[in-house]
């Protein structure tokens, strides 16, 4: 593989790393802390992120408990909670905030495998996109003769290669978190 491919390589990494941190914060049952990576707090007058003000713990199969460093952090703690995209109810004690995780319906389950599916998709778009950008680069290359012919079809039969092996990744991925979610 030539130097300039490793560069392309690199960056179709960088799409599955991507996808699989997407993928933490879908919560499949189990009471998983990565839930709350996204959820940020205001903090005197700054948005921050849940993990940098509170403890976060799972005590139980489906409970988090978030401890928060100071007690006057409860009501922005919940209120980030109850404004952001998990669909939690949290209970708070004056001292803690339990958030117990419903088991999930199946109609739920169905929707959560289509939004894995859906971002799937989307990394392999990004993949794709590279693969476009790769092809590009090449081509420039031999319309300024700075390759032959022969090694622009061996370089895009390489970059055809990297990236079938990559969506196959993908593949791999949703085939793996949509089984983790229908998991009863």
């Known amino acids: 593989m030539s130097i300039e491919l490793k560069e392309f390589k690199d960056k179709m990494g960088k799409s599955l790393d991507s996808l699989a941190s997407e993928y933490t914060t879908i919560r499949a049952g189990r009471a998983n802390p990565h839930v709350l990576d996204k959820?940020?707090?205001?903090?005197?007058?700054?948005?921050?992120?849940?993990?940098?003000?509170?403890?976060?713990?799972?005590?139980?199969?489906?409970?988090?408990?978030?401890?928060p460093w100071e007690a006057s952090l409860i009501k922005e703690i919940e209120k980030a909670i109850l404004t952001s995209d998990l669909g939690l109810t949290p209970n708070n004690d004056g001292k803690v905030i339990r958030l117990t995780f419903p088991e999930l319906t199946e109609d739920r389950r169905k929707e959560l495998v289509k939004d894995v599916k859906k971002k799937g998709e989307g990394a392999k778009v990004a993949i794709r996109n590279i693969r476009r950008d790769a092809n590009d680069m090449i081509k420039k290359q031999l319309k300024a003769s700075e390759i032959s012919e022969d090694e622009q079809k061996g370089a895009e039969d390489d970059i055809q290669k990297l990236t079938d092996e990559f969506i196959a990744k993908v593949d791999n991925m949703v085939d793996e978190k949509s089984k983790e979610i229908m998991t009863v």
């Open 39 to 67: 959820i940020m707090v205001e903090y005197y007058g700054t948005p921050t992120n849940l993990q940098q003000v509170a403890n976060i713990s799972v005590s139980e199969a489906r409970t988090i408990v978030i401890q």
